[in-house]
């Protein structure tokens, strides 16, 4: 079992910033992919941007293209999610989540709240 726990969410206005880590610990072995979705309330949840492991090639949303940047830490199992510019529609329930292969995703974390204030 892989144990994925989020952090840095918060409050903050329209057009700042807040960073988010996503420490993994448990059983290890070769991740594929890490990712970070997010869900607002009353509405699906959403993919944000994906980082492949081992090269480092990174996928965003359109939504997020340009303002957010993934990053990874392999000596720490650690993921980053960068969010610059912020609107009031980034509000929402930002979970990650590992992948041991090309395919869905294996586990996930609780979530953490960002709410970005007009």
């Known amino acids: 079992q892989v144990q994925l726990v989020e952090s840095g969410g918060g409050l903050v206005q329209a057009g700042g910033s807040l960073r988010l880590s996503c420490a993994a610990s448990?059983?290890?072995?070769?991740?594929?992919?890490m990712g970070w979705f997010r869900q607002a309330p009353g509405k699906e949840r959403e993919f944000v941007a994906q980082?492949?492991?081992?090269?480092?090639?990174?996928y965003y949303a359109d939504s997020t293209k340009g303002r957010f940047t993934i990053s990874r830490d392999n000596a720490r199992n650690t993921v980053y999610l960068e969010m610059n510019s912020l609107k009031p529609e980034d509000t929402a329930v930002y979970s990650c989540?590992?992948?041991?292969?090309?395919?869905?995703?294996?586990?996930w974390g609780q979530g953490t709240q960002v709410t970005v204030s007009s």
């Open positions: 980082i492949i492991w081992s090269i480092g090639t990174t």
């Open positions: 448990g059983r290890t072995f070769n991740y594929y992919k």
């Open positions: 989540a590992v992948a041991r292969t090309p395919g869905k995703y294996d586990y």
